[in-house]
């Protein structure tokens, strides 16, 4: 059965992930653009540098072409936000990525993106789901006989056009000022060119590691996690670089290295550009975040005099509420963030260049900046843990916290309990634990955040042990 999560449909490759689903698939969209009398319009499909990405969207253009449907296709590969960024501009209905994000290397997806490039609502996905089950038959039109009769066209500038739109955003002058050497690392993914293209063009010595296509991500997971960047850490200090980028597999995340070798996580991401913004830029308005990202947040934003939106797991819901109040930044702890007026998902590319205008105007190291805030808004620690469960577990677990609703003793007065994305404990001194299935793997993701990371560990620990797995 074809099921797409928070982050799109994912399989293991040569299981699920097999020509007959992917064409299913193509399949299924072509009957939702038909039902929804959306087949005027082109689609862009794009694709990251996994094992059969290129193929796969190749697959997805034969279904659509031999249906009438025509594609904008990527020659090479492509980040996820940047076709994003191309269906918004083109006022596009749907658009396409094949991806399984920082997922292992034994998996591959697709990704559906619907008008302005947003991420496709359950709504939307729960009725793809439901065409793809009807699937028995499907049309394919050989991809040189498509391109031959016009129906797939590669145009040239959807990358110049993301590219643009970006540095037109950037405080251009202050980054060629700071001339920074930085050491990027794009996790052997898509992401590398156009943040390549934007430092270079603002003068920044860049150096790459890992740029080359490699199926296997040299061993680990293309996600930018403290755990996935030592080496690029000792490499910072030892070379003297001002600065490491990590990006994940289709680039969407974003991790920084700092010039003395710390981990610059994603919740600290979020709030420093958050106070960039809002301080140094003047962008008043408020933030956003999901349920398992910093509560540091909602304290920047209320010494603002702002508000700070929490939303469910999941980017459609960042972006979505951060276009009903023009939210100043919307971002989650994995590691995606967007800003107002760019596109309605993560974006690492812009999100890295941004980081760099930052300390570049600011004339601050990350850590500094980060020194500075926490001597302002106090300590926030967070720990996570990802626990594999046997099928018959997730039932269990699930009754116990959301039927039942039974909460463990964590030892420390409570504020809260919330049920809106799986099981949330908020404590009066601010920290938090959530307790959630994964939308894309069969994981139970346990986050919590305290003033120290021995107390967000022992937190995590007292709730492995009342989940018992």
Not at 295 to 322: N, R
Not at 440 to 449: G, H, N, S, V
């Amino acid at each position: 059965m074809i099921q797409f999560g928070t982050g799109g449909w994912r399989a293991i490759i040569g299981d699920d992930f097999i020509r007959e689903n992917i064409q299913k698939v193509a399949t299924g969209v072509y009957l939702l653009m038909k039902e929804t009398n959306k087949t005027d319009k082109p689609v862009i499909i794009g694709h990251d540098r996994r094992f059969l990405s290129p193929e796969a969207a190749r697959w997805i253009a034969e279904v659509l072409c031999a249906y009438g449907v025509k594609v904008w296709f990527m020659k090479r590969s492509a980040p996820t936000p940047l076709v994003m960024f191309n269906a918004k501009k083109h006022d596009l209905h749907y658009s396409l990525e094949v991806t399984a994000s920082h997922n292992p290397s034994a998996y591959n997806g697709i990704k559906l993106f619907v008008h302005e490039g947003r991420d496709a609502p359950v709504e939307v996905t729960s009725r793809l789901e439901e065409l793809i089950a009807t699937v028995t038959d499907y049309k394919t039109m050989p991809f040189e006989e498509a391109v031959a009769a016009g129906m797939v066209a590669y145009p040239k500038d959807l990358f110049n056009d993301f590219i643009d739109s970006i540095l037109s955003n950037m405080d251009m002058d202050a980054i060629r000022r700071r001339g920074m050497r930085i050491l990027f690392n794009p996790m052997h993914g898509s992401g590398s060119y156009p943040l390549v293209v934007l430092l270079n063009t603002a003068r920044c010595t860049v150096d790459i590691i890992n740029g080359n296509k490699d199926a296997y991500f040299g061993g680990s997971m293309p996600a930018p996690a403290r755990s996935n960047l030592k080496s690029v850490a000792d490499q910072v200090v030892s070379d003297h670089y001002d600065l490491g980028i990590a990006v994940d597999g289709d680039g969407d995340r974003l991790g920084i290295i700092d010039s003395n070798g710390a981990y610059i996580d994603a919740n600290q991401i979020l709030v420093m550009l958050y106070y960039y913004l809002h301080e140094y830029r003047g962008w008043k308005g408020p933030v956003v975040r999901n349920l398992a990202t910093t509560h540091m947040l909602d304290l920047v934003a209320a010494s603002f005099g702002e508000q700070c939106y929490e939303v469910p797991v999941g980017f459609k819901w960042v972006s979505s509420k951060l276009d009903e109040t023009d939210a100043v930044l919307g971002g989650e702890s994995s590691g995606g963030l967007t800003v107002r007026g760019h596109i309605y998902g993560k974006d690492s590319i812009y999100a890295a260049a941004l980081f760099v205008e930052m300390i570049s105007a600011t004339g601050k190291t990350p850590s500094e900046f980060w020194q500075e805030l926490t001597e302002k808004y106090g300590r926030h620690e967070m720990a996570e843990d990802n626990l594999r469960f046997r099928p018959e577990d997730k039932a269990r677990i699930n009754n116990l916290l959301m039927v039942e609703k039974k909460v463990p003793d964590f030892g420390k007065p409570i504020a809260k309990v919330g049920y809106e994305d799986g099981f949330k404990v908020y404590f009066e001194d601010g920290g938090f634990v959530i307790c959630r299935f994964s939308g894309t793997e069969p994981l139970l993701r346990i986050f919590a955040e305290d003033t120290t990371v021995a107390g967000a560990q022992e937190i995590i620990a007292c709730m492995k042990k009342f989940v018992n797995v």
